[in-house]
């Protein structure tokens, strides 16, 4: 979730507190049916390299908990952390940013693993996350204990060439 889905009146006209509550509500109803297939929870949330997770943030992680939905991991966002933050690099922003929302996190939930979700390339703010950064981040997972995973995101772009292709029958192997 990020921008509107974290700010005021998100939803028609209700406050983003009451749309979270919602939300956690609906998970335990989900949770309720599915009991032993639940798959596993996960936030991804927007972070800042200086505070970790803003109060908006923040209070989606207590709406869960406070439904006592059981997240199991939170991945913060590991892009576009504003042109104020392009001389630190992204490496050290992510560092900073992992850091500081798992010791916002584990004060809620202290059991919760934490997951980065890098976007390689350059962002909106003229920032670029290279290959090489995002190596780095995912050598940090042996470092951090509480280190749950990295997922990539990852944008193809297709050039539409006006010839359709045709689709090939797969085989079973």
Not at 25 to 30: G, S
Not at 64 to 80: F, G, Q, R, W, Y
Not at 102 to 114: F, G, L
Request: glycine content about 6%; aromatic content about 6%; overall charge negative.
């Amino acid at each position: 979730m990020e921008g509107t889905g974290l700010a005021d009146d998100a939803f028609k006209g209700r406050k983003s507190e009451e749309v979270h509550k919602l939300r956690a509500q609906a998970l335990n109803i989900i949770r309720k049916e599915l009991k032993d297939k639940m798959p596993a929870i996960s936030l991804c949330l927007p972070v800042n390299p200086d505070i970790g997770f803003d109060d908006k943030a923040l209070a989606v992680i207590k709406a869960m908990k406070n439904e006592n939905v059981p997240v199991d991991t939170i991945s913060i966002m590991a892009m576009d952390y504003g042109a104020n933050y392009i001389p630190k690099g992204f490496y050290e922003n992510t560092i900073n940013s992992l850091e500081k929302s798992y010791e916002q996190s584990r004060a809620i939930y202290p059991n919760v693993k934490m997951g980065v979700i890098p976007m390689i390339g350059q962002n909106d703010d003229g920032s670029i996350l290279t290959l090489k950064d995002t190596e780095n981040i995912c050598v940090i997972r042996c470092d951090f204990k509480y280190f749950g995973g990295i997922v990539l995101a990852i944008v193809t772009i297709f050039e539409e060439s006006g010839e359709e292709e045709e689709e090939e029958d797969e085989e079973d192997l």
